[in-house]
């Protein structure tokens, strides 16, 4: 429990600037928010760099929820138009039943021990309103071991972004079966970051990953989940 507020709050504090790399996942999640609701109450956790709050707020009513102090202290200085509220790595969330019409969890799920997973899985029925939905992205069929580290200094075997779960649709199916799946896909993300030749070749590999999934299995790719209660 500690390990995993400690893993976060460095990564969305002093290792912040790689979070960048989400924000065309976020685009996607955005354009496809936009299409189902035009205003309501929004619940993101795990929301990084606050980048698709941020663009949401101009329209909706928008709640942000994460496991690390430090960033939420961030976030409420940089929109503080979004409310916040610290929550534990058990999924429980502090909001009423009924609340939200929209609940958003991007590469966040994947983070949790099957405990806090069916759990959270429980609290985002209890607060989705009748007809809300679900927006959530989290890996295709990740081998959890391809990215294990070693630490010499401590001696553990960890995964060097907090992964606990893998995915495919048989377990889609199952960890959901409450609500209507209205959509699942594979999708790949570009490569982001502030340099323009790297963002260019980034261009060129999605192009090229897309095309060739055509015909083979690519790895590193995502799932879009889209859930309603």
């Known amino acids: 429990m500690d390990n995993d507020k400690k893993l976060w709050d460095y ?16 685009d996607i999640l955005f354009k496809k928010i936009k299409k189902i609701f035009k205003k309501g109450k929004i619940l993101e956790i795990g ?60 590469e966040v799920l994947e983070h949790m021990t099957n405990d806090e997973l069916d759990l959270n899985i429980k609290e985002i029925y209890r607060v989705l309103k009748k007809g809300g939905y ?46 209507e799946i209205t959509e699942v896909k594979e999708f790949f993300t570009p490569f982001k970051s502030n340099n323009y030749f790297e963002n260019l070749i980034g261009l060129i590999m999605f192009l090229m990953r897309n095309f ?3 015909f083979l299995s690519i790895p590193n790719k995502n799932y879009l989940l889209i859930i309603k209660k």
């Open 134 to 179: 679900a927006i959530i992205t989290f890996p295709v069929n990740e081998k959890l071991k391809d990215n294990e580290c070693f630490c010499s200094n401590c001696g553990e075997i960890f995964h060097k972004w907090g992964h606990k779960q893998t995915w495919n649709i048989k377990k889609i199916k199952s960890k959901f079966k409450d609500f």
């Open 47 to 106: 929301f990084g760099n606050g980048y698709l709050l941020k663009k949401l707020s101009n329209q909706f009513d928008c709640y942000g929820a994460d496991i690390s102090y430090e960033n939420i202290e961030q976030m409420k200085k940089v929109i503080p138009e979004v409310k916040f509220n610290l929550i534990d790595v058990d999924g429980k969330l502090p909001y009423k039943k009924d609340f939200f019409d929209v609940f958003i969890a991007s």
């Open 11 to 26: 990564h969305q504090t002093i290792n912040a600037e790689n979070l960048i790399m989400g924000n065309p996942r976020q």
């Open 212 to 214: 060739l999934n055509i």
